[in-house]
């Protein structure tokens, strides 16, 4: 394998490590930050599911919005999205 290569497909794997990484983390932190608020098991169940249900329901019906604004304009609003849900978990 050349090191052009192996330089370009470095940078999306090491890109996605990361974004697992903090996913892994943020995931943590909310249910751990649930429990020490006090909440139910059950809530806390209820909110860690919800992220995969939305996951799934996202791969499901992205494609029409990608294909209709395009792969750059799709990643900047879901990264923002995320920013947002993120930032809105401290109001709660």
Do not use: K
């Amino acid at each position: 394998m050349s090191r052009q290569l192996l330089a370009m497909a470095l940078a999306p794997l090491l890109g996605l490590f990361i974004l697992g990484i903090g996913n892994g983390f943020l995931a943590t932190l909310i249910t751990l930050r649930l429990d020490a608020a006090g909440e139910s098991p059950v809530v806390i169940g209820w909110v860690s599911s919800a992220y995969f249900i939305g996951l799934a329901l996202g791969a499901m019906f992205n494609d029409r919005l990608l294909l209709r604004i395009g792969h750059i304009r799709a990643y900047g609003s879901f990264a923002s999205l995320v920013a947002v849900t993120v930032l809105m978990q401290a109001l709660f």
